[in-house]
């Protein structure tokens, strides 16, 4: 199995888990995200859209809260290029490593 498909099976049990809705292409709910980059930690209430639309789109995490400054935090994660897996058997654990902000790991928390 590729890195892809284990990240896109793993997104796909943690939608099915947490019971969230799912629509055509895409599924959107709220969370708590946890936010560690190499020199700080955040944690912000957001909405989270997952969508599963587009050429060769496997699945793209966005978050949708204003207040999380991009500049800063990663807000943006395909199932292409980040590392997805499951933590306390619901939670979505992203580690990946941002151009700018360096190594990162991100925790969702649905509601």
Known sequence: MTKEQENFDNLNTFINLNQLEKKVGYTKFNATVVIKIQTQSNTFDTDVQII????????????????????????????????????????????????????????????
């Open 52 to 111: 599963f639309e587009g050429f060769n789109n496997l699945g793209t995490i966005t978050f949708l809260e204003t207040t999380i400054d991009s500049r800063k935090y990663p807000t943006e994660f395909l199932v292409k290029f980040q590392n997805m897996k499951l933590i306390k058997n619901k939670d979505l654990l992203i580690t990946g490593k941002h151009p700018t902000l360096g190594k990162y790991a991100v925790t969702v928390i649905p509601h």
